[in-house]
């Protein structure tokens, strides 16, 4: 108790620590809104809750960690993981997800988080239990005397997270494929009557989910760690940010995804590292009970 | 129950395999004491998940919550638990012989009740939500449970309790806790045959069934949701109590709430064996942990891979489990006693028109 308190006291003493945390946040915040949007895709369109989702991601960081290790620049990490994850997805949905959409939804969910033992656990023995970082080698940058830094690979991350986030939301709202991934999210049956092949719909949502994930994840590495086991914590991130901003509400999933890493930050640097996780969690717990007394106005459950 | 009729005859056949079984397998006695926590793990979790149509992925947190409850009676009670736990690693404190049953007795009792309690209160928070909500519900409780734990200095923080040691030869503990595992399994199957078979079971089923024409019908649904609950909890509790004292050791991460193995197995146990019946968990206990003990060391290292295969396959190819393959496949055999229960075959068995939803 004491401990937070003289952290806050060390806040209000020097206001433009604030600052720096609060853009270390809004840049960690980017890539969680990235990989939120590809949750909410998902959910949003088969019905499927994907508790692989940060498993996806650790995955892309790996990938980009080994190119770092070969002598390959790691920014090249983004691309190659995209593609690479793009491939992975599309075999997780053929052997797995095909056969779950149809089914209740615990199913999926079970099936996904096999799914997410799996990878994990290979990646543990292909790799090691340690904490992995690659390095962009690019140069940090201090102000106001050296209490705010930013780093350049954050604020390159920052860039390619929107980029990339602006690219798929304009792909969904304008290309033809885009236009029948929303159309089979609203009615499946009646996209099937109109001669859309859901089917292939589904293949390529989860697809491009998974690939967003890998670039997410390629971020990830060059700006923070990867390690075998932070994937369910970034599923658990995901889940919050989704359920806190609801599926359909797309621009409120980014808003949240921004929220949670300023959040993030201000409770690591008040409590202290060692409550990052269990802060996550009780943040989820939070959201649910919020949830659950907002239906219960409504005299409904949340599902 | 009549115990000279047929129905009875599997339960006298356990209990007199479960009484020999630790004197004719002498060397795997602790492999078959962990089958009947197994046997445990796998009925509690089929009380929601089968029974009532609550998947929880979470109720590993009772069983940890029993473990600590119990410790801390056990050292409470002739010590300060907090200096007991910063000087376990320098001095060894000695419980005498009556210390410590009196304090393991003591403690079971308060592990059950306790857990029983914290389910209930966990209930408030976790049943207004349904379906997938509730899975991630109850998931993020066992790891939030976990995590606090770590970081709870007074029950030793992440580096857990060195319990009191057993005061007499380590053959009689064996022993000793076999039977307590044995006793809380074969009582908790006689408990449940019972449960299932008065209107309280029927009222879980009809919450499975469906929710809202079940609260239409005036069943109080959250006090049936709450009190499932606690009724596994509170054997959770006890399980926990006593495999914390089997280990002599026990700390927050890998014993007391290993999110992704004894939780994760409970639910495996239930889908292998065949949900919402009294025997399906009870055979995908047995099956998973004989498979488990026979080839776990052929693994090298890749045991938890395929775990999480293991997983995958069951869920996505074969989700009836081996107790629903045998009543689609014999119906016969299962006619006569479940006559009575179900008169026609579920509906949601029944082949989908094509195209259907």
Same mark, same amino acid.
């Not at chain 1, 108790?1 to 853009?23: K, Q, R």
């Not at chain 1, 075998?228 to 901003?245: D, E, K, W």
């Not at chain 2, 409970?266 to 065949?274: A, K, N, S």
């Given at each position: 108790m004491h401990h937070i308190l003289s952290n806050i006291s060390v806040l209000t003493a020097a206001p433009v620590l604030n600052f720096g945390l609060l853009i270390d946040g809004v840049l960690i915040g980017s890539i969680f809104a990235l990989a939120a949007y590809g949750l909410a895709l998902v959910w949003g369109v088969m019905n499927v809750k994907n508790l692989a989702q940060g498993d996806f991601i650790m995955l892309g960081g790996y990938i980009t960690w080994t190119l770092g290790r070969y002598g390959l620049s790691p920014l090249l990490g983004v691309p190659v993981a995209f593609g690479f994850l793009w491939c992975f997805g599309w075999v997780i949905y053929r052997l797995v997800i095909r056969k779950v959409i149809t089914r209740d939804l615990f199913t999926s969910l079970l099936a996904t988080f096999g799914v997410a033992i799996v990878i994990q656990q290979s990646l543990n023995l292909a790799f090691g239990p340690d904490t992995q970082s690659a390095h962009s080698g690019l140069p940090d940058w201090q102000f106001a005397g050296g209490l705010v830094m930013v780093s350049a690979t954050r604020l390159l991350g920052f860039v390619l997270a929107i980029l990339l986030a602006l690219a798929v939301i304009l792909f969904m709202k304008n290309s033809r494929t885009g236009q029948a991934i929303r159309a089979t999210a609203q009615d499946a049956r009646a996209a099937r009557v109109l001669g859309i092949d859901t089917?292939?719909?589904?293949?390529?949502?989860?697809?491009?989910?998974?690939?967003?994930?890998?670039?997410?994840?390629?971020l990830v590495a060059l700006v923070w760690n990867v390690q075998p086991f932070f994937g369910t914590t970034y599923s658990i991130r995901l889940?919050?940010?989704?359920?806190?901003?609801g599926i359909g509400n797309l621009p409120a999933v980014i808003a949240a995804g921004f929220g949670m890493g300023v959040f993030e930050q201000f409770g690591g640097f008040l409590l202290g590292a060692e409550f990052q996780q269990a802060l996550i969690v009780l943040l989820l717990l939070g959201v649910l009970a919020y949830r659950q007394l907002q239906y219960m106005r409504i005299r409904q459950a949340v599902q | 129950m009549n115990f000279a009729s047929r129905q009875?005859?599997?339960y006298w056949l356990i209990l007199v395999a479960g009484t020999i079984a630790p004197f004719v397998f002498h060397q795997y006695?602790?492999?078959?004491?962990?089958?009947?926590?197994?046997?445990?793990?796998?009925?509690?979790?089929?009380?929601?998940?089968?029974?009532?149509?609550?998947?929880?992925?979470?109720?590993?947190?009772?069983?940890?919550?029993?473990?600590?409850?119990?410790?801390?009676?056990?050292?409470?009670?002739?010590?300060?638990?907090?200096?007991? @736990?910063?000087?376990?690693?320098?001095?060894?404190?000695?419980?005498?012989?009556?210390?410590?049953?009196?304090?393991?007795?003591?403690?079971?009792? /308060?592990?059950?009740?306790?857990?029983?309690?914290?389910?209930?209160?966990?209930?408030?928070?976790?049943?207004?939500?349904?379906?997938?909500?509730? /899975?991630?519900? @109850?998931?993020?409780?066992?790891?939030?449970?976990?995590?606090?734990t770590a970081s709870w200095d007074w029950v030793g923080a992440a580096s857990g309790i060195s319990m009191p040691v057993f005061p007499y030869a380590p053959e009689t503990q064996k022993l000793f806790f076999y039977f307590l595992l044995f006793a809380l399994g074969f009582s908790l199957l006689l408990f449940l045959r019972w449960l299932y078979s008065t209107s309280f079971g029927l009222a879980l089923n009809a919450i499975r069934d469906d929710e809202e024409k079940a609260e239409a019908m005036g069943l109080h649904t959250r006090r049936y949701k709450r009190t499932a609950w606690a009724i596994s909890a509170f054997f959770l509790g006890i399980a926990g109590a006593v495999f914390g004292n089997m280990t002599g050791f026990i700390e927050p991460r890998d014993i007391a709430f290993p999110t992704t193995t004894f939780n994760l197995f409970m639910v495996v146990m239930v889908l292998l064996g065949g949900k919402g019946t009294l025997w399906g968990p009870v055979i995908g206990a047995v099956i998973f942990h004989t498979f488990k003990e026979v080839t776990w060391t052929y693994f090298l290292g890749w045991q938890f891979v395929a775990l999480g295969l293991l997983i995958v396959v069951t869920i996505v190819y074969f989700q009836q489990g081996v107790a629903g393959w045998l009543i689609e496949k014999y119906p016969a055999w299962f006619a006569p006693r479940d006559a009575l229960k179900r008169p026609e075959a579920t509906p949601a068995l029944a082949p989908q028109p094509e195209g259907a939803e």
């Amino acid at each position: 108790m004491h401990h937070i308190l003289s952290n806050i006291s060390v806040l209000t003493a020097a206001p433009v620590l604030n600052f720096g945390l609060l853009i270390d946040g809004v840049l960690i915040g980017s890539i969680f809104a990235l990989a939120a949007y590809g949750l909410a895709l998902v959910w949003g369109v088969m019905n499927v809750k994907n508790l692989a989702q940060g498993d996806f991601i650790m995955l892309g960081g790996y990938i980009t960690w080994t190119l770092g290790r070969y002598g390959l620049s790691p920014l090249l990490g983004v691309p190659v993981a995209f593609g690479f994850l793009w491939c992975f997805g599309w075999v997780i949905y053929r052997l797995v997800i095909r056969k779950v959409i149809t089914r209740d939804l615990f199913t999926s969910l079970l099936a996904t988080f096999g799914v997410a033992i799996v990878i994990q656990q290979s990646l543990n023995l292909a790799f090691g239990p340690d904490t992995q970082s690659a390095h962009s080698g690019l140069p940090d940058w201090q102000f106001a005397g050296g209490l705010v830094m930013v780093s350049a690979t954050r604020l390159l991350g920052f860039v390619l997270a929107i980029l990339l986030a602006l690219a798929v939301i304009l792909f969904m709202k304008n290309s033809r494929t885009g236009q029948a991934i929303r159309a089979t999210a609203q009615d499946a049956r009646a996209a099937r009557v109109l001669g859309i092949d859901t089917e292939k719909v589904y293949a390529f949502t989860f697809c491009l989910n998974a690939a967003i994930c890998g670039a997410a994840g390629a971020l990830v590495a060059l700006v923070w760690n990867v390690q075998p086991f932070f994937g369910t914590t970034y599923s658990i991130r995901l889940f919050v940010i989704v359920t806190a901003a609801g599926i359909g509400n797309l621009p409120a999933v980014i808003a949240a995804g921004f929220g949670m890493g300023v959040f993030e930050q201000f409770g690591g640097f008040l409590l202290g590292a060692e409550f990052q996780q269990a802060l996550i969690v009780l943040l989820l717990l939070g959201v649910l009970a919020y949830r659950q007394l907002q239906y219960m106005r409504i005299r409904q459950a949340v599902q | 129950m009549n115990f000279a009729s047929r129905q009875a005859l599997p339960y006298w056949l356990i209990l007199v395999a479960g009484t020999i079984a630790p004197f004719v397998f002498h060397q795997y006695s602790n492999e078959i004491a962990v089958l009947w926590l197994m046997i445990v793990f796998a009925s509690t979790w089929d009380i929601l998940g089968g029974q009532m149509g609550y998947n929880s992925l979470g109720n590993i947190v009772f069983f940890g919550a029993g473990m600590y409850i119990c410790a801390v009676v056990q050292i409470g009670l002739f010590y300060d638990v907090g200096m007991y @736990t910063a000087g376990s690693r320098t001095t060894h404190i000695v419980f005498t012989n009556a210390q410590y049953f009196s304090g393991f007795a003591l403690g079971l009792v /308060a592990a059950g009740i306790g857990a029983a309690i914290l389910a209930i209160a966990a209930g408030w928070i976790v049943f207004g939500l349904r379906g997938p909500y509730f /899975a991630i519900g @109850t998931l993020g409780l066992a790891v939030a449970s976990a995590e606090l734990t770590a970081s709870w200095d007074w029950v030793g923080a992440a580096s857990g309790i060195s319990m009191p040691v057993f005061p007499y030869a380590p053959e009689t503990q064996k022993l000793f806790f076999y039977f307590l595992l044995f006793a809380l399994g074969f009582s908790l199957l006689l408990f449940l045959r019972w449960l299932y078979s008065t209107s309280f079971g029927l009222a879980l089923n009809a919450i499975r069934d469906d929710e809202e024409k079940a609260e239409a019908m005036g069943l109080h649904t959250r006090r049936y949701k709450r009190t499932a609950w606690a009724i596994s909890a509170f054997f959770l509790g006890i399980a926990g109590a006593v495999f914390g004292n089997m280990t002599g050791f026990i700390e927050p991460r890998d014993i007391a709430f290993p999110t992704t193995t004894f939780n994760l197995f409970m639910v495996v146990m239930v889908l292998l064996g065949g949900k919402g019946t009294l025997w399906g968990p009870v055979i995908g206990a047995v099956i998973f942990h004989t498979f488990k003990e026979v080839t776990w060391t052929y693994f090298l290292g890749w045991q938890f891979v395929a775990l999480g295969l293991l997983i995958v396959v069951t869920i996505v190819y074969f989700q009836q489990g081996v107790a629903g393959w045998l009543i689609e496949k014999y119906p016969a055999w299962f006619a006569p006693r479940d006559a009575l229960k179900r008169p026609e075959a579920t509906p949601a068995l029944a082949p989908q028109p094509e195209g259907a939803e």
